[in-house]
């Protein structure tokens, strides 16, 4: 049986973490080592969206931490 959590990081995808972290102002570490894990597998377009990602997080208007 696969764990709520693991069930969570399969079914992710790169748009609605986006989504999330746009409108939460929060990227957690279990997500940032989900986008690390599976980085060689984005096309292109999710490429660019994992960049500006970065470039979010180096401005400060995403932070590294947890949602409630």
């Known amino acids: 049986e696969v764990a709520p959590r693991e069930f969570l990081m399969k079914a992710m995808n ?3 973490l986006f ?3 746009v409108s939460t102002g929060v990227i957690t570490s ?3 080592e989900w986008i ?3 980085q060689r597998e984005f096309s292109r377009i999710e ?3 994992a960049l500006k990602l970065g ?3 180096d ?3 995403i932070q590294l ?3 409630i």
């Open 14 to 16: 790169l748009g609605l």
């Open 19 to 21: 989504l999330e972290s």
């Open 30 to 32: 279990a997500e940032m």
């Open 36 to 38: 690390t894990k599976h």
């Open 47 to 49: 490429k660019a969206t």
């Open 55 to 57: 470039r979010l997080l």
């Open 59 to 61: 401005r400060g208007r």
């Open 65 to 67: 931490g947890c949602r």
